[in-house]
């Protein structure tokens, strides 16, 4: 029988990968799409014609039902999100409703229509937080800093919930930053790589940024989709950590970015109050030996190939966008 997957946030950076991952493998793949004014596919625009999309929010659970009723999956990953965490200080009841809360009424929907459905949760390294444990693993403590990574604690222990209360194959994947030419531009990896092209391209003479000493662990996203898939075909559900084993700040990886055009970031990185936040993860470090052992994955990016590829693309859409 052909699997079938759900993918909810397929309109975002994971989502994307991981659509045309399982189309890779054979599944029909059904992506939840928010009504918005204006059509934002441009990251899977090339799959459209191949996957199958139906309207859905997470805010709204008679659309979780009727989506799942309609197309029964055979696996849900859920992506949605209000991924920034910047925007979760202006914004923390809207990013509880969505990360939050959002997972358990997708949880409820596959209990009540399909309870073998298989369902995986995007989880954060931003759970983490505060330095408790380095690196971090499965069993490090969380302290989030931001009401993202509160809400994604949540995400991350009702999934358990459902698992432990209903006997459900559902699995957290605690996946540490990744990246990719995809990312949104207000990420700090996209900011920098589509800044470095403008500078380059003579179009912008600065780089505005926050904090230049946070560090994270990045890795490419398109590695990081494939142990979502990994996950969910084991015999048992469980959680996992995703990330490379190493850390770079974020002064880092300006240096490499600019480094890559022949320029030195000193000369164009501006530090903006605008870009620090209220309470700041300083370091991120994933111990991903657990997905090793058990699931056979392994990142195949590096960091800098991650940085090149990410200016390089940058350089490339520009140069077509201003031809
Ligand atoms: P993006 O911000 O690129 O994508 C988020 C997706 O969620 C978009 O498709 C967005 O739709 C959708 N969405 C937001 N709110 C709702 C809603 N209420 N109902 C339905 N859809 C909604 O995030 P990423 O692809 O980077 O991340 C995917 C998931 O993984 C997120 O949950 C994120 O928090 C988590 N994560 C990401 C990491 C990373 O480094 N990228 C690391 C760890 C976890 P629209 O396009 O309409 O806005
Ligand atoms: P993060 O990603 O908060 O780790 O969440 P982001 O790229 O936004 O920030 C990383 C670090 O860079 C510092 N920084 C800046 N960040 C932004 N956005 N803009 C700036 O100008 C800037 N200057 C410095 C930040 O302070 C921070 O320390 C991402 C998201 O994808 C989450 O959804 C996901 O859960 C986590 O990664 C793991």
Request: a negative charge; hydrophobic letters at 40%.
């Amino acid at each position: 029988m052909k699997k079938r997957a759900l993918i909810t946030g397929i309109t975002g950076q994971d989502g994307s990968y991981l659509a045309e991952f399982l189309l890779s493998q054979g599944y029909e793949v059904i992506g939840m799409v928010r009504r918005t004014s204006t059509v934002n596919f441009e990251r899977i625009t090339h799959i459209q014609p191949h996957v199958t999309l139906v309207t859905g929010d997470l805010l709204d659970e008679v659309s979780l039902i009727n989506m799942l009723r309609e197309h029964r999956p055979t696996e849900v990953y859920n992506l949605a999100a209000q991924s920034f965490v910047q925007t979760s200080w202006p914004q923390p009841v809207f990013t509880g409703e969505t990360t939050a809360l959002g997972v358990t009424r997708m949880l409820d929907a596959v209990r009540l229509v399909d309870p073998d459905i298989r369902f995986y949760q995007a989880s954060s390294s931003e759970m983490f937080g505060k330095v408790v444990e380095v690196p971090q693993k499965e069993t490090t403590p969380f302290y989030p800093r931001s009401p993202y990574g509160v809400a994604k604690v949540y995400g991350h222990w009702i999934t358990v919930n459902y698992r432990e209360s209903y006997n459900m194959f559902a699995c957290s994947g605690i996946l540490f930053n990744h990246e990719s030419p995809r990312r949104g531009l207000e990420f700090v990896t996209r900011k920098i790589s589509h800044g470095v092209a403008r500078i380059k391209l003579g179009l912008d003479q600065e780089l505005r940024l926050g904090n230049l000493d946070a560090q994270r662990d990045w890795g490419f996203a398109g590695d990081y989709v494939e142990a979502m898939w990994l996950m969910l075909q084991q015999d048992h559900p469980d959680d996992y950590v995703i990330a490379t084993g190493e850390t770079h700040s974020v002064r880092e990886f300006c240096e490499l970015a600019f480094g890559h055009v022949g320029l030195n970031y000193q000369e164009y990185v501006v530090q903006d109050e605008r870009f620090m936040r209220p309470a700041e993860v300083d370091l991120l470090i994933g111990d991903p030996s657990k997905a090793h052992t058990s699931l056979g994955w392994q990142p195949k990016t590096s960091f800098p190939t991650l940085v090149q590829m990410m200016v390089d693309a940058d350089l490339q859409l520009l140069k077509e966008q201003n031809r």
